[in-house]
Every structure is written in structure tokens, then in C-alpha cells.
């Protein structure tokens, strides 16, 4: 259990990113004066994908490192794949904003690597499973 600590202090600062991109989209929405949709206002609009994407990936990924920690991954690994999905969550949200929503690098290397990440924790998951019951 001693790797609970660490995922308490990713789920925290996901957490807050999360809070953040919100907030992000309620400022826009009062600045705009559009209480629903975007309004064909493009700038809120990727503000809503970029909060709607990390609601949609942030969360599976930090299930997926609770199971890693619950089975047995190292400190080590706990928090480079921490730090990894962090940052990879900054690059596409700053992607997407600064591109309007087109492709960026930024947008691309932050959902790539979540992707990866999301990879590699799923294969460490099945083989403390498959190590535990085989």
C-alpha cells in the first residue's frame, strides 16, 4: 500500500487540472453570455472539447494506475507514469487551445502518450493478474 500516497497526489493534481479546464469553460461561457452549447463561438467550443477530452481519458487512466499501485508497481514507476500522464494532459490541452482545435504537436505528443501510458498500464495490470492466478 505504500503507493497510495503517490496516487492520492496524482488523482490531486489531475483533479485540479480538471477543476481548472472547468472553470476555463464557465469563465468563457460568462464572458460570452452563453449559458449552453458554444454558439458557433469556436473559441469556447475547444475550450468544451479540451475539458470534454481530459473528463473522457483522465479518469480510466488514473483507474488504471490505482490497479498498478493495488498490485504491487513500483514507487518509481507509479510516478513516472504520474508525471508522464500530467504533463501529457498539459501538452494536448495547450495543443488544442493554441490551434483552435486543429492538429498541433502538442495535441498530438499529449494524446499519444496517454494513449501509451494507457497501454503499458493495462499490460502491467494483466501481468500481475496473470502473476498472481497463473
Same mark, same amino acid.
Given at each position: 500500500?505504500?503507493?497510495?500516497?503517490?496516487?492520492?497526489?496524482?488523482?490531486?493534481l489531475?483533479?485540479?487540472? $480538471?477543476?481548472?479546464l +472547468?472553470?476555463?469553460?464557465?469563465?468563457m #461561457?460568462?464572458? @460570452?453570455?452563453? %449559458? /449552453?452549447?458554444?454558439?458557433?463561438?469556436?473559441?469556447?467550443?475547444?475550450?468544451?472539447?479540451?475539458?470534454?477530452?481530459?473528463?473522457?481519458?483522465?479518469?480510466?487512466?488514473?483507474?488504471?494506475?490505482?490497479?498498478?499501485?493495488?498490485?504491487?508497481?513500483?514507487?518509481?514507476? $507509479?510516478?513516472?507514469? +504520474?508525471?508522464?500522464?500530467?504533463?501529457? #494532459?498539459?501538452? @494536448?490541452?495547450? %495543443? /488544442?487551445?493554441?490551434?483552435?482545435?486543429?492538429?498541433?504537436?502538442?495535441?498530438?505528443l499529449?494524446?499519444?502518450?496517454?494513449?501509451?501510458?494507457?497501454?503499458?498500464?493495462?499490460?502491467v495490470?494483466?501481468?500481475?493478474?496473470?502473476?498472481?492466478?497463473?
Amino acid at each position: 500500500m505504500a503507493g497510495l500516497p503517490i496516487i492520492g497526489l496524482y488523482v490531486s493534481l489531475l483533479a485540479g487540472w $480538471l477543476f481548472y479546464l +472547468g472553470l476555463r469553460v464557465a469563465n468563457m #461561457r460568462k464572458a @460570452h453570455q452563453i %449559458g /449552453m452549447g458554444d454558439k458557433e463561438n469556436r473559441i469556447l467550443a475547444v475550450a468544451i472539447r479540451v475539458h470534454g477530452n481530459a473528463i473522457e481519458n483522465v479518469p480510466i487512466s488514473l483507474l488504471l494506475l490505482l490497479m498498478c499501485s493495488l498490485s504491487g508497481a513500483s514507487v518509481y514507476f $507509479l510516478h513516472a507514469v +504520474g508525471v508522464a500522464l500530467l504533463l501529457s #494532459r498539459i501538452s @494536448h490541452a495547450y %495543443g /488544442m487551445t493554441i490551434s483552435g482545435g486543429r492538429y498541433s504537436i502538442f495535441r498530438l505528443l499529449g494524446i499519444l502518450v496517454n494513449w501509451l501510458l494507457m497501454l503499458l498500464m493495462i499490460g502491467v495490470n494483466l501481468f500481475y493478474y496473470l502473476a498472481a492466478y497463473s
